[in-house]
């Protein structure tokens, strides 16, 4: 499963070609430890089991963009952890909390590596392929991934939840879905599972340079490029046939009908910006995978 002795050197001009427009790597990340409605630095002898980030000054409401994201995945049955706002009163022990934009609630998502006080091992797709985070976006592609779930993690099932997040990303627009945001989880030592899904964001929303999936997809990349067929032969590449390669592409139909249908509601309830939700819509206007995904659902 991973390349065992690989040596990863500088940037290739290659890799340069793959830098993306990341939130992920924006943002300032703490991991801090809930107590009632309190969360607080964790220090050396207990371990946080959030991850808190706080908003940005660079992005106007990227806090509750990110919830809303998260919300409609887990809408849509894609498993994702525990989230919340938080006002700012809530959190302690950050130093110079005026230094944050004031106004916009602090993101907290709840660590599934860390459950009552204890670690289960994780292991992302860079460090299972044996590569250096510079390499996150050029080196590996989603049927590597996909055979490894088929092969060593949870087999199918697996396969059907990259499925459901795949056709997720596309449609909302998360160009950064790279291999550092795909995780294995070791709560059986023998048999790792794909992880939750985590750091899910429209990145669309901010830029209209991003447009393209984070990985190749059957030899596809740009979002205006990607279709049904596209996910048909990325099964296909995997090894599935015939009628579980039918399964799996249920899977993508009905999920990419349900992004469709509750997207706007999630976003809403959560206040995220009008102009931050236009650009999603414009986003989708311009897929071939919505038109695909709107037929299906008329018919």
Request: positive net charge; proline residues 5%; aromatic residues 8%.
């Amino acid at each position: 499963m991973r390349r065992r002795g690989a040596v990863a050197g500088r940037p290739s001009a290659d890799d340069l070609m793959e830098l993306k427009f990341s939130l992920g790597g924006m943002q300032m990340k703490f991991s801090m430890l809930r107590q009632g409605e309190r969360f607080t630095l964790s220090g050396s002898k207990r371990l946080g089991n959030y991850i808190v980030k706080p908003p940005s000054h660079d992005f106007e409401a990227l806090p509750k963009l990110e919830a809303a994201t998260m919300e409609t995945a887990r809408a849509v049955g894609i498993d994702v952890p525990e989230i919340h706002l938080l006002a700012p009163d809530r959190i302690h022990g950050l130093p110079n909390m005026a230094g944050f934009r004031q106004g916009e609630p602090f993101y907290a998502i709840r660590r599934f590596d860390r459950p009552d006080g204890g670690r289960i091992h994780v292991e992302d797709f860079a460090q299972v392929f044996n590569l250096r985070t510079h390499h996150k976006y050029g080196r590996i592609n989603y049927e590597m991934i996909g055979r490894t779930l088929l092969l060593y993690a949870g087999g199918l099932p697996d396969v059907k939840e990259m499925a459901r997040r795949l056709v997720f990303n596309v449609l909302m627009g998360n160009g950064d879905a790279h291999i550092k945001n795909w995780s294995l989880i070791y709560a059986n030592p023998l048999r790792p599972r794909l992880a939750p899904a985590y750091d899910l964001v429209s990145t669309v929303a901010y830029t209209t340079h991003d447009t393209s999936i984070a990985l190749n997809m059957a030899g596809v990349k740009l979002f205006r490029n990607i279709s049904l067929d596209t996910f048909a032969a990325l099964f296909t590449r995997i090894g599935l046939v015939d009628r579980i390669r039918e399964e799996v592409m249920e899977e993508v139909r009905t999920t990419g009908q349900q992004v469709l249908e509750t997207w706007r509601h999630q976003f809403q309830a959560i206040n995220v910006p009008e102009h931050l939700v236009m650009m999603i819509e414009a986003h989708q206007a311009e897929l071939p995978l919505t038109k695909a995904l709107v037929s299906k659902c008329i018919k």
